[in-house]
């Protein structure tokens, strides 16, 4: 799964406010339009010194009734990342199609990421547009899009539209970004699908993004449908309540938690993202803002709470002179390559013994329990995945120590995903 890291979003309320504003009324004739995610500028500020924002994993609305024939289009919000998909039985489609794995193929200690200390985090199929696809496997799988665009419905790219067929058919419609293709700016982003499915009860679904689903019910001719008016009023209400849910759950995950007493003593705790509005929002922040006041012997564990999401934690952060890794990469076995976000071939490797590739989570440099020793020096805790997403072994805790050998300073953490999400550490002496 190819989460975005969405720095261009910070390019400020004017931009995000008018792009919202110039989406046309749909047409009588126009498809039906269904959200994916929400723009919320007052909770979407990714720069500083904010470095939060709402990510709405939700379709707006969950529930849509059409004919067979009728076009849908998955409209996503500026600066969004999903992977829509369709199918008869998500449950099916996902475990024909897994997003991701623990990485057990040869058992040894190259499967294993230094920063969790269990399985690496192995990328299916499903992050790649799947066209063709059944509940028994197949169809054509475009490994060139994992970072977008999709492979069919983008009007603007000249793609024709996506179809579903129903019955056993799978569509995976591809990684989507919130981007105007037309000017390359942020903006609404337009995927058309035909659904040519028969009458019956179907579901749509983000496979980066478990729990963010919706139902889709073909009726007969005669029957009545949904219209763009029903859907927008169910949507209204839909956002109305996740921002409303999301907001008192930030509010009470950013207070400073820790335990034990006297300085040096004390286990402080740091929420990597939290989960909201039974996880249609994730909140891509780390808890507390406030940076946290450490003396030598102080410890701080890392909590991944969000069930249907992945975040990293790595030390320094925004540092230009120390770049660190990407989050996504190819395993080489003892080492990785991360897969950049620029043009060009990606450095593709093949673990020794293996007969393709394997796209895998940044295993990390830090195990737990690493002591911090300097601000510059590049600690890791590799991508580690909430326990949405079915992956077993897996974890979902780092922690870091301090003592007496641990450089004075600040330690400035992100996470490698979602760039904004960033904290300090100030170490006194």
Not at 92 to 97: D, K, L, M, V
Not at 162 to 177: A, K
Not at 222 to 247: E, P, V
Not at 288 to 304: E, F, I, K, M, T
């Amino acid at each position: 799964m190819r989460l975005a890291r969405l720095p261009a979003i910070a390019t400020g309320a004017a931009l995000l406010v008018s792009v919202q504003l110039s989406v046309p009324a749909a047409a009588a004739t126009a498809p039906l339009v269904i959200g994916v995610d929400h723009g919320d500028f007052a909770n979407q500020q990714p720069f500083p010194p904010f470095n939060r924002l709402f990510e709405y994993t939700d379709f707006f609305s969950r529930q849509v009734t059409i004919h067979t024939g009728d076009t849908i289009d998955f409209r996503s919000a500026p600066g969004s990342f999903h992977i829509v998909a369709l199918a008869r039985t998500e449950l099916w489609a996902r475990s024909t199609y897994p997003v991701a794995l623990a990485d057990n193929d040869g058992g040894g200690a190259t499967d294993i990421a230094t920063g969790s200390g269990t399985n690496k985090l192995v990328f299916g199929p499903s992050n790649f547009p799947i066209t063709g696809g059944s509940h028994h496997g197949g169809g054509a799988i475009d490994f060139t899009r994992g970072f977008g665009p999709p492979a069919c419905g983008v009007a603007l790219l000249g793609e024709a539209a996506c179809t579903f067929s129903g019955g056993q058919d799978v569509e995976i419609l591809g990684p989507e970004i919130g981007v105007d293709y037309s000017t390359g700016n942020l903006g609404f982003a337009d995927q058309l699908v035909n659904i040519n499915a028969q009458p019956g009860r179907y579901h749509y679904f983000c496979y980066i993004h478990p729990g963010m689903r919706g139902v889709l019910d073909v009726v007969g001719s005669g029957a009545g449908t949904s219209t763009q008016a029903d859907i927008d009023a169910a949507s209204n209400a839909q956002f109305a309540s996740d921002q409303a849910q999301a907001l008192a759950v930030e509010q009470q995950t950013n207070q400073v938690q820790f335990t034990g007493g006297a300085p040096g003593t004390r286990s402080y705790t740091v929420h990597v993202g939290i989960a909201a509005a039974d996880n249609h929002v994730a909140i891509d922040e780390m808890f507390p803002r406030a940076p946290l006041n450490l003396a030598p012997g102080d410890s701080v564990q890392y909590l991944w709470r969000d069930p249907h999401n992945v975040h990293s934690v790595a030390f320094p952060a925004d540092d230009p002179n120390v770049p660190l890794p990407e989050p996504f990469g190819f395993d080489c076995g003892t080492t990785y390559n991360g897969i950049p976000m620029t043009p060009g071939p990606p450095p593709i490797c093949v673990e020794p013994g293996d007969t393709q590739f394997e796209v895998i989570g940044d295993p990390g440099n830090a195990g737990p329990g690493t002591v911090l020793s300097d601000p510059s020096l590049v600690v890791d805790s590799g991508v580690l995945g909430g326990t949405g997403y079915g992956v077993s072994p897996s974890a979902q805790s780092w922690w870091l120590a301090t003592n007496g050998t641990s450089k004075p300073g600040a330690y400035h953490f992100q996470c490698t995903i979602h760039d904004w999400m960033q904290g300090t550490l100030t170490l006194g002496s």
